[in-house]
């Protein structure tokens, strides 16, 4: 390996590390050749998602921010030509070469970013799982070359893994996406509960809504569960961590009594720590 790539993969562990803690906890279970298209991976989603969750990229700078998005596309598509921008660059374009993952799913991923800066809701489930199926379905689909799946019948359990983890993130961040102009729950939903989450304020409406969306999240991760044993023993223990770890998110969501405004609902690092290690010693057994 170069030491561009060297450096490139560092920094693409070092952003994991620091804002994407499940994927790197459950990476760490994994070979180190695998673990660092993990972070790759995740590095590329990061950036892009950066982009468009910027303060105020679709309220006051909508313009300036596409540019940005486009420009960063445009960057990966050159690494991927063999132009590398940047040592994280060259990076995630070694990992899309090595792993053989296709170049559409990074298509639709960068269009779902782009609906960021133009859909500020989603009437309906299936509209939003229109949105969701290049932001979060896409990934699972990323992720497989890499996990070296035993079986092809892994793809759509990896897929409802990615729905499931995006409508966690979608519960847990309902405050922050409010900040940006953005509602990700259903309008169908909401009104059908009479919840309004720009009021801001946890009553019975909003337990009810955010009870029923839990529910649907947690059958996701059922699906998503089934896909697990399709998996050998090294990324077994990888899905089977982040797995746990993500929809524990919900539990601490309805710990706090749903109230998704005040703070964001966390597990802590060392719970992580103790749940990687769990998954260790278990073997892939635990994960199933």
């Not at 079986?151 to 409010?178: C, H, I």
């Not at 710990?255 to 609902?265: E, K, L, N, T, W």
Request: proline residues 5%.
């Amino acid at each position: 390996m170069t030491d561009e790539l060297a450096a490139g993969y560092a920094e693409c562990a070092r952003l994991t590390r620091a804002y994407g803690t499940t994927y790197y906890w459950g990476a760490v279970l994994l070979p180190k050749r695998q673990r660092r298209h993990v972070h790759a991976i995740y590095a590329l989603c990061r950036l892009a998602d950066d982009i468009v969750d910027a303060d105020g990229a679709t309220t006051q700078r909508g313009a300036a921010t596409r540019r940005a998005l486009a420009g960063f596309r445009a960057s990966f598509e050159r690494a991927l030509a063999g132009d590398p921008a940047d040592a994280t660059l060259a990076a995630i374009a070694r990992t899309v070469q090595v792993t053989g993952i296709e170049h559409e799913c990074f298509d639709r991923f960068f269009d779902a970013m782009a609906m960021d800066l133009r859909v500020a809701g989603y009437d309906t489930w299936k509209d939003l799982c229109g949105y969701m199926e290049g932001s979060a379905a896409v990934i699972g689909e990323m992720m497989l070359p890499v996990l070296e799946p035993l079986s092809p019948a892994a793809k759509e359990p990896a897929r409802a893994l990615g729905f499931a983890f995006q409508l966690t993130n979608f519960l847990r961040d309902v405050g922050e996406d409010l900040d940006r102009g953005r509602v990700y729950l259903p309008a169908d939903d909401l009104r059908r509960f009479g919840a309004d989450p720009w009021r801001r304020r946890v009553d019975d409406a909003w337990r009810e809504v955010l009870a029923f969306e839990i529910a649907r999240n947690r059958e996701l991760y059922a699906l998503a569960r089934t896909g697990v044993p399709l998996l050998p023993p090294a990324s077994a223990r990888c899905v089977g961590t982040a797995l746990a770890l993500y929809s524990r998110i919900l539990e601490r969501i309805e710990a706090r009594d749903y109230d998704v405004f005040s703070g964001r609902a966390r597990v802590p690092t060392w719970r992580k720590a103790v749940t990687a290690a769990g998954f260790l010693v278990a073997g892939p057994r635990a994960a199933a």
